[in-house]
Structures are given as C-alpha cells and as structure tokens.
C-alpha cells in the first residue's frame, strides 16, 4: 500500500477520488517536490495522465524535482504516468 496517492488533473474519475492529492496542471512541481518527494522513505504512486514539470516552482524557486533518500515513485504503467 502506497503511503501517497498523486492524480494528474487529467487522471479518470476513480483515480481523482481515490487520490490524496490531485495536481491542478499549475502547480504540479510545487505539489510534487514539498508533498510527495520531500519526506523520506515513503512510496509515492502517481497516476496516469500528465504532470507538467513546468508548472509552478519548488519552495527553492526552481523546478527541480530532487526526491528525498528513500522515496519510491511508481506510475501507472509505461506510456500512463506521463511527466512532461
């Protein structure tokens, strides 16, 4: 069991209610990097559909997604989870 659930704006239904966070396409990265990467050893799974890497800043003002020591990120299958 996945200790965060992160749907993309254009994940399905199921996936959006399922999800604990669900992206706006605005601020993906800003939602990625201090949610979902920043605390250590967890799982992270993201669902299908796109993330856009430009969108929004890290709390450094970048766009550098750096996960913590320890995070796993899964998707939802090759060609799904898309980070763009």
Do not use: H, Q, W
């Not at 399905?12 to 949610?35: N, Q, Y």
């Not at 003002?61 to 995070?71: D, I, S, T």
């Amino acid at each position: 069991m996945p200790d965060l659930v992160i749907a993309a704006r254009d994940a399905s239904p199921i996936d959006r209610a399922a999800a604990d966070i669900v992206c706006d396409g605005r601020t993906d990265v800003a939602v990625l990097a201090a949610k979902a990467f920043a605390v250590p050893d967890r799982e992270v799974v993201l669902t299908a559909g796109r993330f856009d890497a430009n969108a929004g800043f890290t709390a450094a003002g970048n766009r550098y997604l750096r996960p913590a020591e320890g995070v796993t990120v899964r998707g939802a299958g090759p060609g799904l989870t898309r980070l763009v």
